[in-house]
């Protein structure tokens, strides 16, 4: 009998079993791939290490800080600063028609960007930051208002207010067109006011910390273990059967499997329609370069980019993708210091929206061939808002929202869930709650925080913690 089983290995899970660990809880992880991270996870292609998910990790803040999400992370799972060893963006922008906004970390160079492309709108902006500053992450009325109405009070420029909006749903939004209020607060700060930041060697290195603190303090981790059903009894979850067959007892379930996901572990009578997975999904290209970035005039390390005055925040209905907005990202243009190498390649990873149903309606022939296709037309986009790389790139590779549906099971291949956020962790049934993307924190360190909190809200209750 375990205290807990969580569903999940990704960032979440991870953090929860060794936040109950720490306290003694008897803790079982099952995960139903090979390898842990979830929708941040790596692979190796070709002798060359992958990222998959990871693009930076936001609500940076420098070594030492005590406030913040990235602080309290450490203090909560006992790390030091030192085991993410994360090296700070460089500068990134906003790219729309004719305007650029350039941003890094702690928000002065974001506003005096908005000071020269927008100076009738310094004030409100100003004014818009004071309203964030207090910003409660888990005053749920907040979840209920539109940031597009909201940010009108403060921002009269359709134009500014699009390119602030960009980024914010780009990292974390998963309503069409607009988002909560609430999640603009929460993205706002982390992107724009703490900031960007990234290890050296990856993803890999938060996961390989996380899997060794969770194994040391005494959690069980089960890969290949897929969790077929829970078993219920009396308005209970009593436990887990894998798709082996094998039944795991619990006193509590922790899922970080997504809501929709959840609720039809639960059984046919707890099924949601799929379109309450939400409906947005990307397609994401990697291209390894023969030489680093800035060698080729792009120092710049994301660029989120859109074609026209009015944000594309959609699913393409009538497309395999829409390649009208996107984020370029540039791994190598993180400051790293004396642990990079100027002679080596580089990166290029370029996102763009996808639709989940035409991918994965195709037959593998023609799945090849439009991703041969779409790998070119994103390409194309892309240098539009940047220095040509194409006749750098010595290997590739890319995936697409049947990708993302095989290795995490998300409905529609979502990659930030629902758009109703269970905030507050809870079920239907007494002791099983939701932690991850669809409890309502996004990013590694939001998702990091959101197995903290759920574990600390509900599942440490003695307060031993």
Known sequence: MYDTIIIGAGMSGLAAGIRLAYFDRKVCIVERHNTVGGLNSFYRLGGRDYDVGLHAITNFTERGAKRGPLARLLRQLRFRWEDFALAPQ?????????????FGNQGALLESEVARAFPREVDGYRRLIEQLVDYDDLETDQFTHSARERIEAFI???????MLLCPLMWYGNAREHD?????????????????LARPHRGVRLILKNLVR?????????????????????????????????????????????????????????????????????????????DRRPERIGHGRTIVFFNDSPRFHWRKPEDELCDPRTGVICS?????????ADAAAGGMIRITTLANYDR??????????????????????????????????????????????????????????????????GRTHLSNLYICGTDQGYVGIVGAIMSGISIANRHLLRDGSA
């Open 156 to 162: 009269g420029d359709p134009l500014l207010r699009e």
């Open 331 to 339: 791994p190598d243009n993180f400051e790293y210091g004396d642990t």
């Open 179 to 195: 988002m909560d209020w609430g999640q603009f607060c929460i993205m706002f700060r982390s992107i724009f006011l703490e900031g």
């Open 90 to 102: 460089r500068e990134s922008a906003v790219v729309f028609p004719g305007v650029t906004l350039r």
């Open 213 to 289: 603190r969770y194994r040391e303090v005494g959690g069980e981790l089960r890969l290949r273990a897929g969790v077929a059903r829970m078993a219920v009894e009396q308005g209970r979850v009593t436990g887990v059967v894998l798709d082996s067959g094998e039944r795991l007892e619990g006193r509590h379930v922790l899922s970080s499997a997504g809501w929709v996901e959840t609720m039809r572990l639960c059984g046919p009578e707890r099924s949601l329609p799929t379109d309450r997975a939400g409906r947005l999904s990307f397609v994401e290209t990697m291209s390894v370069l």
């Open 359 to 424: 991918w994965s309606s195709l037959d593998d022939d023609a799945y090849r061939r439009q991703k041969m296709r779409w790998f070119d037309r994103i390409a194309e986009s892309a240098v539009r808002f940047m220095p040509d790389y194409r006749r750098h790139v010595v290997a590739t590779d890319m995936f697409t929202p049947k990708t993302i549906h095989r290795f995490t099971r998300h409905e529609n291949g979502t990659v930030y869930g629902s758009p109703t956020k269970q905030l507050d």
